[in-house]
């Protein structure tokens, strides 16, 4: 029997079996609900089959292929998992960097393979902790950093080449950061091959969702594009960029949104980057995209294999690259933060194992998993700790990394990784016909997009229609007993001792010069990273390079998007 003649055979089996089985059982039990759809939106059939792979036109070399081979759908490389695990990353950071310190040593002691800092709001809006601004927020969301002392402090008794990976949420003043680990690097002696750093340094994502921008859109994408190329010429083993979708999902965009908006900045990084005459072989390698994992089990798998397959074709296709060793994406997920509730904490320990598992099956190669008390407070070593079990029970008792991407060939899967990828293409033709992602920033439409999908995902909570275990349904008054991670109130005063301190004790002769190079390769339009590398140097603070960067190109007020 040909192929054809197969299919129409399956085709007249289906709707046997729905007039004649289906409808029976229909008829009895009934369904749950009349609609059932992803978080996205989309329609979810009852069943899936051949006859659905056959309505997309589905062909196994073209839109899959082999793990490794374009269009990357089923893994970045051709043995994935089987040579080695993703890398078992920690997001951490709190109080002073002493503090900070010792958490980054009590991770590593318990199998940390990566460390990811996270940074107080006046760091990252480059503000130094004793700004008025500052007051009451030093160490409170992250670690404080003020000068390279702090990152001295930081990393004191631990080798920038002993994690696997280390990385920051640093975007604003990404290439300050960046100045600040080159700096450290050639301090410890360890030579930039030998130590493996990724920025996230993504600016524009700062005005789409997250909000701790400091200048306006195009200096901003300037600046993180200083880091791509200074990179490239300099450290290309290193990731000077990962393009987030994370946060984007995180105020309240969908899977189909994320992946969109991820790759529409992506696409305004590399066109800028393009644009100063280097080429994408010598800096595509060293793009990276950093994705939400939420609850949504199946819609997240396949939204990073959409995103891969999305990433991949637009590279090739857009910019008229055929190596495909150029083609790959380097992926990394977080478990969402906003699917944990203050209700029954002790529920979000299944929630995170869900969506690390969703991400380990969509083939991430870093894996940031939260920890069960985030929803309360910063986590504690017992809360982190669980996290950091969570992965490596999924890689080493669950057997679920033996195989390359396990769901490969299901039904639901790839259907929903077509009609993901579909919808990403429409909404990246809008994008476009706006003149692209920083066009996009500055009329408001992403925002607009995000705020009107929160809306609805928050209503359908508000109304029972979704459900969130412990917290609008399943409720009960008794109190959880679980330890709560206090800041220490000392914190702030000792590191607003501390920056000044290092004010009165550097050369200021020397300060003063770097800064005023600083100010000049601004005006000039220059490469922003080596000036800043001298003014780190020198221990000037990340509010004295920033506010010199105010001076020459203004602060970002947020438009209305209402």
């Not at 289906?22 to 051949?50: H, M, N, Q, V, W």
């Not at 006046?122 to 390279?148: C, M, W, Y």
């Not at 529409?264 to 793009?287: V, W």
């Not at 089990?297 to 995103?307: S, Y």
Request: aromatic share 10%; glycine share 8%; with cysteine.
């Amino acid at each position: 029997m040909g192929k054809g003649n197969k299919m129409k055979k399956l085709i007249q089996e289906n709707e046997k079996w729905e007039n004649e089985i289906l409808s029976d059982e229909l008829k009895k039990s009934g369904e749950r609900k009349a609609d059932f759809s992803t978080a996205s939106g989309i329609p979810i059939k009852r069943l899936y089959s051949p006859i659905d792979m056959e309505g997309k036109g589905f062909d196994y070399l073209r839109d899959l292929n082999f793990p490794g081979s374009y269009p990357f759908t089923r893994g970045k490389t051709p043995t994935m998992y089987r040579s080695d695990f993703w890398i078992f990353g920690q997001y951490a950071g709190f109080g002073t960097a002493e503090e900070a310190n010792k958490r980054y040593k009590y991770l590593m002691s318990k199998g940390s393979s990566g460390l990811s800092v996270a940074l107080d709001l006046p760091t990252q809006v480059g503000l130094d902790s004793d700004h008025d601004l500052a007051r009451g927020e030093v160490g409170k969301v992250g670690v404080a950093i003020n000068s390279f002392k702090d990152i001295e402090d930081l990393f004191d008794g631990i080798p920038l080449n002993k994690p696997r990976q280390i990385s920051t949420t640093a975007n604003s003043m990404g290439p300050v950061w960046a100045a600040m680990l080159i700096a450290l690097g050639k301090k410890q002696g360890v030579s930039p091959e030998k130590y493996n750093l990724r920025l996230q340094n993504d600016s524009l994502k700062e005005f789409i969702a997250r909000g701790t921008y400091i200048f306006p859109p195009s200096p901003s994408l300037k600046f993180s594009c200083d880091v791509i190329e200074y990179f490239a010429n300099n450290s290309p083993g290193w990731f000077p960029i990962s393009i987030s979708g994370y946060h984007i999902r995180e105020a309240g965009a969908t899977a189909v949104q994320e992946v969109a908006f991820t790759m529409a900045n992506a696409i305004a990084y590399i066109e800028e980057t393009l644009s100063r005459g280097l080429s994408f072989e010598k800096f595509g390698p060293q793009l990276s995209v950093f994705l939400s994992s939420g609850m949504d089990l199946f819609e997240e798998i396949a939204k990073f294999r959409a995103m891969r397959r999305v990433w991949s074709r637009i590279i090739k296709e857009r910019f008229k690259i055929d190596d495909s060793k150029l083609l790959a994406l380097n992926l990394i997920c977080f478990t969402a933060g906003s699917t944990l509730t203050a209700q029954q904490p002790y529920n979000n320990l299944m929630r995170v194992t869900i969506e690390a598992l969703a991400s380990v099956l969509g083939g991430c190669q870093s894996l940031l998993p939260s920890s069960m008390d985030e929803a309360l407070c910063t986590p504690t070593e017992k809360a982190v700790t669980l996290s950091l079990r969570t992965q490596q029970i999924l890689a080493y008792e669950t057997n679920i990394a033996s195989t390359i991407d396990p769901l490969g060939g299901s039904y639901f899967v790839e259907t929903l990784t077509f009609e993901i990828e579909e919808s990403v293409l429409d909404y990246l033709d809008k994008i476009d016909e706006m003149g692209g992602a920083v066009r996009a920033i500055e009329n408001g439409f992403f925002q607009k997009e995000i705020s009107e999908a929160s809306f609805r995902r928050y209503q359908k909570i508000e109304t029972g229609e979704d459900v969130v275990v412990g917290a609008n349904k399943f409720v009960h008054d008794e109190d959880t007993n679980i330890e709560i991670m206090k800041t220490d109130p000392e914190s702030e005063i000792r590191q607003v001792e501390k920056v000044r301190r290092v004010r009165k004790e550097r050369n200021n002769d020397r300060v003063e010069k770097a800064l005023g190079e600083l100010r000049k390769s601004a005006d000039r339009n220059d490469n922003l990273v080596p000036p800043i590398l001298e003014a780190v140097k020198s221990y000037a603070t990340i509010g004295e390079i920033c506010d010199v960067l105010r001076d020459v190109y203004g602060e970002h007020d947020q438009p209305s998007c209402y």
